[in-house]
């Protein structure tokens, strides 16, 4: 395929798809449990009244939108809308509690703000005496708003009312979207996406529509996703690596995206919509491992023996694709495909998948294993918000697991004397908002300075761990935390290892139980408890994760063994400071609300 892309931003190629393609489908969206088509057509026409009708409640060119809502059709119609007219589009993550949500949307400067629901609006609300920018709040849900619509008359206004208002403008300007686009550059500004802010608070990354081209025939040649590629969008919209998949490729290449009805209905619309691509978190595809673990404990012992020897079986060619296997390795995976393993695959929706990855952390590298010898072709790829999205990825005929495998088209690398892997191309971004020294430290002489430690191998790229990260014991040994947590969450029943050795004599560990999986394990063996505290106080189940960390022990040197632990009461939360809206840990923030516990382990 020719994946050279036309000199056209985001917003002009939305309106060049409605033009080749008006009837084809772009979008669709489940409410109620039906899936609703929306072509593209459709699409840009309610974009462009979105965006019209945000030009007339003053939203002026190069203003700032801000969006709170999990994902939907109206996140993408907002955005779109915001390009069209030329403004800035800001995500913002709907876990966020007030405190952060007012930060970002004042950081960011922004004049309109839509939200998904009451809830949303109402911790944009909370915040309005420190956003003097703010000029209105469009809110998507009209549920349970009648109250706070009538109080704040002046600032709240309905998503359907936008559009309508659009279509009122349209009929007076009718000229004023092909004039912003024929004057539209790709060094404009795109979107500002924010960084989850694990060391500090978040920065904004300011994405340009060149920088969106750059990045994209990398990643859609990489992974072979052409029009007829489908793909399932739940992840952040906020986040970069969702806006690849829903944005960035199906706009440049003209294919379908699904919006489900919620993400905790993520697991059933995936069976439903059997999509050619999965992006999953490693958080995802842990949580899918767990629950094909409980599947397996609740069924029996038969199945759990067809299920031993099937993984036994397969796990020798796990890092083939299928076109690269032998007779016999064809015969031996068609065997236990049709005994067990497509039904474990319709089981998790992926049976349709043509390629599946894992990005925007570390994930433990048997997990990739398991999924790959169950017949998921998962590939394991890397990027940054600052690199926009995607600079790495495995070749599907060419996986080594482990490594995140080779730079995509465009991208140039080179690794500095301390092992940092820089890049430069395209796609590297134009800066973070109003942070000129944070920039200059970022890109050096045009190199982007990923923070991520590498090592070479075979021509593929294996992350060892983000630089600050990497540890020095008391007798001086180099440590890398994300290899011995990535090799203990490998286990279904460690949800989080959080790992202690810089300055001290011997590693140590907090370790989160995977509460679900757990509780499998205790409810088959009638170990009674009533909630998480009471699940983790029990001395079996403190003995059964100190075999998962002996066995996962014997998997790192001698000086990476982890000797003691403590079991976290409680699940890491967001709202605490712990995680950050990716739920990437804060470890700093750990270290210092366990510090007690943590010095326990050294006495």
């Not at 309905?158 to 000229?175: I, K, N, Q, S």
């Not at 300055?503 to 757990?518: F, N, P």
């Amino acid at each position: 395929m020719n994946y050279v892309l036309p000199e056209l931003t985001l917003p002009q190629m939305l309106r060049e798809q409605a033009r080749l393609q008006p009837a084809r489908i772009a979008v669709r969206q489940k409410d109620f449990g039906i899936w609703n088509p929306i072509t593209w057509d459709t699409y840009y026409r309610r974009a462009r009244h979105f965006g019209l009708g945000l030009r007339a409640l003053g939203l002026a060119p190069g203003g700032h939108v801000g969006v709170i809502s999990e994902n939907r059709l109206e996140w993408v119609l907002a955005q779109m809308g915001t390009g069209l007219v030329g403004a800035v589009t800001v995500g913002v993550y709907s876990t966020s509690p007030t405190p952060e949500v007012a930060y970002v949307l004042g950081h960011a400067d922004v004049d309109i703000v839509v939200c998904e629901d009451q809830e949303q609006t109402d911790k944009v609300l909370a915040a309005l005496d420190q956003l003097p920018r703010l000029k209105k709040i469009v809110v998507v849900e009209k549920k349970g708003l009648r109250n706070t619509a009538d109080r704040h008359r002046d600032k709240v206004i309905v998503f359907a009312e936008v559009e309508a208002l659009g279509v009122e403008y349209e009929a007076t300007h009718r000229g004023l979207i092909d004039a912003t686009l024929a004057a539209q550059q790709l060094d404009d500004i795109a979107l500002m996406i924010y960084t989850s802010g694990s060391t500090g608070k978040p920065k904004g990354a300011i994405i340009t529509y060149a920088n969106i081209r750059a990045v994209t025939p990398g990643i859609a040649e990489r992974l072979g996703l052409d029009a007829e590629t489908t793909h399932l969008s739940y992840l952040p919209l906020c986040h970069v690596a969702e806006q690849m998949l829903t944005t960035f490729v199906p706009i440049y290449l003209g294919s379908q995206v699904n919006f489900g009805e919620s993400i905790r209905t993520v697991q059933q619309d995936l069976r439903e919509v059997a999509p050619s691509m999965f992006l999953g978190v490693p958080r995802i595809w842990e949580k899918l491992h767990a629950a094909i673990n409980i599947k397996m404990q609740e069924t029996g012992a038969l199945r759990r023996r067809l299920f031993a020897r099937a993984l036994a079986a397969c796990d020798p060619f796990a890092e083939k694709a299928a076109s690269q296997r032998s007779v016999g390795e064809r015969l031996t995976y068609a065997f236990y495909y049709w005994l067990i393993l497509r039904a474990l695959q319709n089981f998790i929706g992926l049976r349709e998948a043509k390629v599946a990855l894992t990005g925007a952390a570390s994930i433990p590298p048997a997990i990739i294993r398991f999924f790959r010898t169950l017949g998921v072709p998962l590939v394991e790829v890397y990027g940054l918000t600052e690199s926009t999205g995607m600079i790495t990825g495995q070749h599907r005929e060419r996986v080594r697991i482990g490594t995140v495998g080779e730079p995509i088209l465009g991208v140039e690398h080179r690794v500095s004397d301390q092992g940092e892997l820089l890049i430069r191309g395209g796609m590297v971004f134009a800066g973070y908002y109003k942070s000129p020294e944070a920039t200059a430290e970022s890109i050096i002489d045009g190199w982007l300075h990923t923070g991520d430690v590498v090592r070479e191998e075979g021509g593929q790229l294996r992350i060892v761990d983000r630089l600050k990260d990497i540890m020095i014991t008391a007798g001086g040994k180099n440590l890398t935390p994300s290899e011995i947590e990535n090799t203990m969450k490998a286990s279904p029943y460690i949800k989080e290892c959080i790992v202690i050795a810089e300055a001290r004599k011997y590693v140590a560990a907090l370790i989160q139980i995977d509460y679900e999986t757990v509780g499998k394990w205790a409810e088959a063996r009638r170990l009674p408890f009533t909630h998480f505290r009471s699940l983790v106080d029990n001395p079996q189940v403190r003995e059964m994760i100190a075999a998962a960390i002996e066995q996962g022990n014997a998997q790192l040197a001698q000086v990476s063994h982890i000797r003691k632990f403590h079991l976290l009461t409680k699940e890491l939360d967001h709202d605490d400071g712990e995680v950050t809206a990716t739920m990437k840990v804060r470890r700093s923030s750990i270290y210092r609300t366990y510090e007690a516990e943590i010095e326990m382990l050294y006495r």
